[in-house]
Nanobody, 118 residues
């Protein structure tokens, strides 16, 4: 099982990006999906999470970011709107998922860099 994150890039303040996290392998279900970010010189922090009950967001991104999923593709997303320079960070996807022959495990994707600058 692997998680692959992509979709980062350079965007101007006020712009939008959509990050994608694609899970591959013999996946049975993705129970909890998360997006973290790590700004230069800072700790990695959770910005959004989703399970069957709904989604939660860090206060810093509430109302601007939306986490969503496509179960048919074992993929989840982070739509980021009204991006600001303080959103600049490496974004990581993370998930608790079940795969064939295995118990529930946590997986990380590689980071994708988001740079917000004029």
């Amino acid at each position: 099982v692997q998680l692959q994150a992509f979709g980062g890039g350079l965007v101007q303040p006020g712009g939008s990006l959509r990050l994608t996290c694609a899970a591959s392998g013999s996946i049975t279900s993705i129970n909890i999906m998360r997006w973290y970010r790590q700004a230069p010189g800072k700790k990695r922090v959770l910005v959004a999470a989703m399970n069957s009950a709904g989604a939660n967001y860090d206060d810093s991104v509430q109302g601007r970011f939306t986490i969503s999923r496509d179960n048919s593709k074992n993929t989840f997303y982070l739509q980021m709107n009204n991006l600001q320079p303080e959103d600049t960070a490496v974004y990581y996807c993370n998930a608790d998922l079940l795969s064939a022959g295995a118990s529930l495990r946590n997986y990380w994707g590689q980071g994708t860099l988001v740079t917000v600058s004029s």
